[in-house]
Nanobody, 115 residues
């Protein structure tokens, strides 16, 4: 059973920063690519960032240059460092892994960017 638990969300002012964490259990963490998605109110869930087993990263255009995804295999944890936050970054952020061909999701953590 794969389990993902996000943390680190909260309220932040525009231009501020947050670091999200996702603890993973039930898999050999180092063997899987990890992803962060987000879902804003009334919108579809979208991929924000991904990181491969080798540490290569990809970002949505909206996140490029501001967000950094990283992983700590010793802690079975994936992170999303978010800088220069904008109100349009407000969303529930979800950790994701594709395990045995199926997407597994955490419960999400809410990020609100507002003054």
């Amino acid at each position: 059973q794969v389990q993902l638990v996000e943390s680190g969300g909260g309220l932040v002012q525009p231009g501020g920063s947050l670091r999200l964490s996702c603890g993973v259990s039930g898999i050999i963490f180092s063997a899987y690519a990890m992803n962060w998605h987000r879902q804003a109110p009334g919108k579809q869930r979208e991929l924000v960032a991904s990181i491969t087993t080798g540490g290569s990263t990809n970002y949505a255009d909206s996140a490029k240059g501001r967000f950094t995804i990283s992983r700590d295999n010793a802690k079975n944890t994936v992170y999303l460092q978010m800088n220069s936050l904008k109100p349009e970054d407000t969303a529930v952020y979800y950790c994701n892994v594709r395990y045995r061909g199926f997407d597994t999701w955490g419960q999400g953590t809410l990020v609100t960017v507002s003054s």
